[in-house]
C-alpha cells in the first residue's frame, strides 16, 4: 500500500512564494510519473504539471515560467516551487504518482490535498 503525505500549503500574498511537497511510503514499490493537480472552487480538476523518473516535465500553460517541479527518486518525493503566485493560482493541490504494476500498467494513488489561498 502507497501513501501520499503532502505539505507545504498556506496562504500568500499575491507575487509570492511556495513550495509544496509530496512523499510516498510503503513498501515494495516503483513510482513512474508523479505529477501535481489542482482543483478551484466550482472548477474541474486541472493538470498543474508532471515529471518522470527521467526528469521530463511537463508544465500547464497557464503556470508555465512561474512554477517548477521537481522530484528526488531516492526520496520518492516530488515537489512543486511556485512562483510570482497569482489570485488564480488559489485551489486546493493534489499530488498524483503513477504506481507501477507491471513494465506497462500501473495504478494512480491521489493525496489529500493541499489548500494553496493567494490573497492579500
Known amino acids: 500500500q502507497v501513501q501520499l503525505v503532502e505539505s507545504g500549503g498556506d496562504l500568500v500574498q499575491p507575487g509570492g512564494s511556495l513550495r509544496l511537497s509530496c512523499a510516498a511510503s510503503?513498501?515494495?514499490?516503483?513510482?513512474?510519473?508523479m505529477g501535481w493537480y489542482r482543483q478551484a472552487p466550482g472548477k474541474q480538476r486541472e493538470l498543474v504539471a508532471t515529471?518522470?523518473?527521467?526528469?521530463?516535465?511537463n508544465i500547464a500553460d497557464s503556470v508555465k515560467g512561474r512554477f517548477t517541479i521537481s522530484r528526488d527518486n531516492a526520496k520518492n518525493t516530488v515537489y512543486l516551487q511556485m512562483n510570482s503566485l497569482k489570485p488564480e493560482d488559489t485551489a486546493v493541490y493534489y499530488c498524483?504518482?503513477?504506481?507501477?504494476?507491471?513494465?506497462?500498467?500501473?495504478?494512480?494513488?491521489w493525496g489529500q490535498g493541499t489548500l494553496v489561498t493567494v490573497s492579500s
Open positions: 510503503g513498501s515494495g514499490f516503483s513510482i513512474g510519473v
Open positions: 498524483n504518482v503513477r504506481v507501477l504494476t507491471s513494465r506497462i500498467t500501473y495504478r494512480e494513488v
Open positions: 515529471i518522470t523518473s527521467g526528469g521530463n516535465t
